[in-house]
């Protein structure tokens, strides 16, 4: 028993404490894991139906008793709406694949090529591939072991940022030795941040005019999860407020809303598509729209916002729509998140 222990030390011996040249360096590197939400691997009914399925499962996006909600999803939503998502999805696809998948992945190529040598930098999706679970199994092939996590939510939120928690943890329960880690649960008030939002509507409004109303649209969320103590909506209100202020726009010039809800219940309101309905009828005919929660943009910004809701705009007697971009992988963007990242690195 002695000498068969004897060899089980040595081998770790010579896996954690004698590694080579090329090991060691690797071993005094950060992994840096930026997450965001997920996309479906195609636009297609079946890699929807997948996708939602993992998605709608999350018991932090969806706050309803299993069972209930095991009926209504397998009974009734996975039947009818991965059609209709596909379709949506067919409309933004790119060569590349999902908006959110290039752009993400953009954004970690930029900001691996600011951190250098003192962080190796992955993506992960909370949903879809590449799974966050992929991205921690290569950091610890490459026996890093300190790891911070940037979900690229700026407001925290239960469901997203929550979830990318509990995301990392189901993984790293499962391993024998669990790595340092850092988890960042927000950045809505880092100064580069709120200055890089600032200048894309200022960039905007250069190119654009000034317009009559300036809405800041963020997802939604029932309004009985606010109720419950989650801080999202206090936080996206906070962004508009700080993002007007660096403007030095007035404060009924901005207006925050809340899109993409879904289901019978109330949400946190008031809600993005009857606030543009409502707009014209008020005298309001230029509008610039844009989405700070998303830190790439999606389906939910370049189909629901672009199309849909310019479309409720509209045909409800509005004359200019404009949709102001996410940040994506614009250089004040990234110089933000790795602001952001160099305070825990």
């Given at each position: 028993m002695n000498q068969g222990y004897r060899a089980v030390n040595d081998r770790v011996e010579e896996r954690f404490h004698s590694p080579t040249e090329e090991t060691r360096a690797v071993q005094r590197k950060t992994g840096v894991l930026l997450t965001n939400l997920g996309t479906p691997d195609a636009p297609t009914t079946p890699a929807l139906?997948?996708?939602?399925?993992?998605?709608l499962s999350d018991p932090r996006v969806i706050e309803v008793p299993r069972l209930l909600w095991n009926l209504i999803l397998h009974g009734v939503i996975l039947r009818v709406r991965p059609k209709k998502s596909a379709e949506a999805y067919a409309s933004v696809w790119e060569d590349e694949g999902s908006p959110l998948l290039s752009i993400t992945q953009r954004q970690g190529e930029a900001v691996q090529s600011a951190l250098g040598e003192k962080a190796l930098v992955k993506i992960g999706m909370r949903y879809g591939n590449p799974s966050i679970a992929s991205a921690l199994r290569e950091f610890q092939e490459q026996g890093i072991r300190r790891i911070v996590t940037l979900p690229l939510y700026p407001q925290y939120a239960a469901p997203t940022t929550g979830s990318t928690f509990d995301a990392l943890a189901d993984e790293l329960k499962t391993w024998r030795w669990v790595p340092s880690v850092s988890f960042?649960?927000?950045y809505v008030d880092n100064p580069l941040y709120i200055s890089a939002l600032?200048?894309?509507?200022?960039?905007?409004?250069?190119?654009h005019g000034l317009p009559e109303k300036i809405l800041f649209s963020y997802h939604g969320m029932p309004k009985r999860y606010l109720d419950n103590g989650d801080p999202y909506y206090c936080l996206c209100r906070k962004t508009t407020r700080l993002v007007q202020e660096k403007l030095g726009l007035e404060e009924d010039r901005c207006l925050t809303t809340f899109q993409s809800r879904f289901g019978r219940e109330e949400w946190l309101?008031?809600?993005t598509d009857e606030t543009l309905m409502q707009l014209p009828k008020d005298g309001v005919?230029?509008?610039?729209?844009l989405s700070p929660a998303f830190s790439a943009?999606?389906?939910?910004?370049?189909e629901e916002l672009e199309v849909e809701n310019r479309d409720y705009f509209m045909e409800a007697g509005g004359e200019q729509y404009h949709y102001i971009p996410a940040l994506n992988d614009r250089d004040d963007h990234i110089a933000a998140i790795v602001d952001v990242l160099r305070k825990e690195l």
């Open positions: 139906r997948r996708y939602l399925a993992e998605f960042i649960n927000g600032a200048q894309s509507v200022q960039d905007h409004i250069n190119a309101k008031p809600y005919k230029h509008i610039a729209i943009d999606c389906l939910e910004t370049l």
